[in-house]
């Protein structure tokens, strides 16, 4: 895959076509946890909701810098990441690049 690329149309014989970013995702990186179950990343949902989960207790036990830091470092990565949770789970669903 060219690297240089900054989104993939990807298609598939009866469903929408859908573009997927590559690269940083701002959506990803405001939404976090709310981005990825909208895109039907259940299991990175799942496992963000375990961050937030961890940054809940953090706030409770009155380490709110921790809990801010937690946050944005797992919304950060969500954004790093996100473009391509989301190209697998659509090539897992029958999507193809479209060339």
Request: hydrophobic share 45%; with cysteine; aromatic share 10%.
């Amino acid at each position: 895959m060219d690297r240089n690329v900054s989104s993939l149309l990807m298609i598939h014989p009866r469903l929408p076509e859908r573009r997927v970013e590559l690269g940083f995702n701002l959506s990803a990186l405001i939404f976090g946890t709310l981005w990825a179950y909208s895109e039907g990343l259940t299991t990175q949902g799942a496992r963000m909701v375990a961050v937030d989960a961890s940054a809940s207790l953090l706030v409770s036990i009155d380490y709110p810098m921790g809990a801010l830091a937690l946050v944005l470092a797992k919304n950060f990565y969500c954004a790093k990441r996100g473009g391509e949770w989301l190209r697998r789970r659509l090539t897992a669903q029958g999507y193809r690049v479209r060339d």
